[in-house]
């Protein structure tokens, strides 16, 4: 059994900038050892059937809109792979020319609320909505 040792902790700049490169030499062999699959989102080619969702996502996942993504959640599916699940689904079942998701607005006045607050009770009507629709 490894027992846990301590981790070296350099004494100069030198050795510093050599860890860092033991550690990029490390990091470099693994990345061969493993190889990339991409995903499905990443393999499906945008068409007339699945166009929508691309585009759904480009625009929910928006940084600028969403403070780099911390305002985006997913319901009954994870926001990291929503797209990718929802295509998979897709597929599986041959749904063509049918939704399967729904992408809901809400609109505020000025200063009405916080964007957490907006967050949030855009989160609590997709959560009743699922309730009702599953």
Not at 92 to 107: D, L, V
Request: hydrophobic fraction near 30%; include cysteine.
């Amino acid at each position: 059994m490894c027992q846990p040792q301590s981790n070296p902790k350099p004494k100069s700049k030198t050795e510093f900038w050599e860890l860092l490169d033991k550690l990029y030499k490390v990091h470099d062999a693994f990345k061969k050892c493993v190889p990339y699959y991409p995903t499905v989102a990443e393999k499906t080619v945008p068409n007339e059937d699945m166009q929508d969702f691309f585009d759904v996502f480009s625009y929910v996942k928006n940084p600028l809109k969403t403070k780099a993504g911390e305002y985006v959640s997913a319901i009954n599916c994870l926001k990291e792979t929503a797209l990718e699940q929802m295509i998979l689904t897709k597929k599986h079942y041959q749904k063509t020319g049918r939704s399967i998701a729904w992408h809901g607005y809400q609109s505020f006045k000025p200063d009405e609320v916080t964007p957490e607050q907006c967050h949030e009770i855009g989160l609590k009507l997709a959560r009743e909505m699922s309730d009702r629709l599953c």
